[in-house]
């Protein structure tokens, strides 16, 4: 069996790596990632599954291929649940369906009656490392575009804790690395490779997890956060709805900004009792063993299609 991941090269899907290993090491199984152009250069006996993310897909590629759909976020930006309705109705039908969770899932279903999954965010065995020497207090991981809100969220970094560092990996907007860029204790590094990461983010006391608490990001699992916990990272993170539900679920303990931002003093943070919940369970490959993902794959390949 061929199956090829279509990554459109504008999301952040570490999953798609995850799939391709994990499906590369089963017998009888052909996994590789192609893009969106490189997709129109392909034909039908190219492969026997086309994974999609889609944004919109309203034609199939390929009349005797299977689809599957996977929608690892609600839509965001302006009128989000318009965007959101408009792929229940106007996308095509999939052979079979995959959501984040169970909110992704009632968001975005339809009444067909293929095969679905829920596949939960997970997280990649390199970063599962601990590393006990510190060089920085903290470190942000991650989108760092101006619906984040981090202009905002470092403001303390230029006050209350002007002589604490912090680490941000990932590629910032112009306006935020204008804003900081000068301040000796905020440290931009740009974009690098996924696998390097780990090693780097491991050498900070604290993850920092900032959130708008706005839909769909506060009903989504944040990528960020479940890696920090894996690096054995003390969580401080912004208030929202998915962020206290994965604590209770988890029994975890994350130190919760306030809105203004007041409580982010080192005192606070010196006098809370962090505790990092073992997300062992969330290593991709022992993730997709418990969700029997390959079953899913066998009933999508054994259903009768509805084109």
């Given amino acids: 069996m061929k199956i090829s991941f279509v990554h459109s090269e504008k999301s952040y899907l570490p999953e798609i790596n995850a799939y391709e290993a994990y499906f590369n090491e089963q017998e009888g199984i052909d996994a590789q990632i192609i893009t969106n152009n490189e997709l129109k250069e392909m034909k039908s006996n190219d492969f026997d599954v086309l994974w999609k993310f889609p944004g919109m897909d309203m034609r199939r590629n390929f009349k005797d291929v299977k689809v599957i759909h996977e929608y690892n976020s609600l839509s965001t930006g302006y009128f989000p649940s318009f965007k959101n309705y408009l792929k229940r109705h106007y996308n095509i039908i999939p052979d079979g369906k995959v959501f ?3 909110k992704v899932e009632s968001d975005l279903q339809t009444k067909d009656k ?4 829920i596949r939960d965010m997970g997280i990649a065995k390199e970063f599962f490392i601990q590393n006990i020497k510190k060089e920085f207090d903290f470190v942000y991981v991650g989108s760092m575009g101006k619906g984040r809100e981090l202009e905002y969220a470092l403001q303390p970094f230029t006050t209350t804790l002007k002589h604490k560092s ?3 990996i990932g590629r910032p907007n112009d306006d935020l690395y204008a804003q900081y860029k000068n301040h000796s204790n905020i440290i931009f590094t740009g974009v690098m490779p996924y696998t390097e990461i780990p090693s780097i983010a491991s050498k900070a006391i604290y993850g920092f997890n900032y ?3 706005i839909y769909p990001f506060n009903v989504q699992a944040s990528t960020k ?3 920090y916990c894996a690096l054995g990272l003390k ?3 912004s208030d929202y709805h998915w962020l206290r539900e ?3 679920h988890r029994e975890g303990r994350f130190f919760k900004l306030n809105a203004d931002l007041a409580n982010f003093t080192q005192n606070e943070l010196d006098n809370f009792p962090f505790m990092t919940p073992n997300l062992q369970d969330l290593e991709w490959h022992q993730l997709f063993d418990n969700i029997n993902l390959l079953g899913f794959l066998n009933q999508v390949v054994r259903h009768e299609s509805s084109r």
């Avoid at 293929?114 to 999954?117: D, E, F, G, V």
Wanted: net charge negative; charged share 25%.
């Fill in 100 to 102: 984040l969770n169970e």
């Fill in 114 to 117: 293929m095969p679905a999954i």
């Fill in 166 to 168: 912090m680490l941000l």
């Fill in 211 to 213: 959130m708008p608490d």
């Fill in 225 to 227: 956060l479940l890696e």
């Fill in 235 to 237: 969580v401080v993170t």
């Fill in 246 to 248: 994965f604590e209770k």
